[in-house]
């Protein structure tokens, strides 16, 4: 089946810094990536939505100044956190649609951690 | 607005039992359903798909029934193993013009020894 995966699996970083979280669907073109955030014992929750070679639409209380998200290829989809608060620690999974039945796969998703 | 319900909350069962999870939704337009089975701090991962038309659907120890008259969906999960003890998760896809997915909170089930 597709496969998508995302890097790092996990990071640790200090309240200030920005971390870059990587999603590449790895033998299919995502025309669509998406970004969910879970918190735990949550379901996942849409961040934002990405076409590639457009700009992210993002759901409603999501600050796009925030979280950067930047689609510059079919296969590859970036969001950055920029100046990460402890509250931004949280499960970050992306998804891609794409492939023959224009399924969506999920990655394997990012632990990060704001100290 | 569209919603999707999973019951249980949370299931403790056996190793060995056999158990059946529930999923109800009120998308619309209604495209497919999916069950997802999401271990602890991993992405979810796919169990069955469910399109208007089909009523069951089975995916080895794992059978998915979908009633769309009622939206109502279930995952029987047989001779449960330890392995199963994850989220299992209920989304469904709307068929809207731009087509979004509708996720439950999931079932959190523990598989015994």
């Known amino acids: 089946g597709a496969v998508v995966s995302q890097h790092p699996s996990w990071v640790i970083c200090k309240s200030g810094t920005s971390v870059k979280i990587e999603c590449r669907s790895l033998?299919?073109?995502?025309?669509?990536m998406f970004w969910y955030r879970q918190f735990p014992k949550q379901s996942l929750m849409l961040m934002a939505t990405?076409?590639?070679?457009?700009?992210?639409?993002?759901e409603q209380g999501v600050e796009k100044d925030k979280f950067l998200i930047n689609h510059a290829s079919l296969t590859l989809s970036t969001l950055t956190v920029t100046s990460a608060h402890p509250e931004d620690s949280s499960f970050y999974i992306c998804?891609?649609?794409?492939?023959?039945?224009?399924?969506?796969?999920f990655g394997p998703g990012t632990r990060l951690t704001v100290l | 607005k569209n919603q999707v319900e999973q019951s249980p909350q949370s299931l403790i069962i056996l190793e060995g039992k056999n158990c059946t999870l529930q999923c109800n939704y009120t998308v619309s337009p209604f495209s497919n359903l999916r069950w997802y089975k999401q271990d602890t701090g991993r992405g979810p991962v796919s169990l069955t798909i469910m399109t208007f038309s089909e009523n069951t659907k089975s995916n080895g120890r794992y059978t998915a029934t979908l009633d769309a008259d009622t939206k109502q969906s279930s995952l029987h999960i047989t001779a449960s193993q330890l392995s199963d003890s994850a989220s299992y998760i209920c989304?469904?896809?709307?068929?809207?013009?731009?087509?979004?997915?509708?996720f439950g909170k999931g079932t959190m089930l523990l598989v015994s020894p």
């Open positions: 998804s891609a649609r794409g492939g023959l039945a224009d399924t969506q796969y």
């Open positions: 989304v469904v896809r709307s068929n809207s013009g731009y087509s979004t997915l509708t």
């Open positions: 033998d299919f073109q995502a025309t669509t």
């Open positions: 990405s076409n590639e070679g457009s700009k992210a639409t993002y």
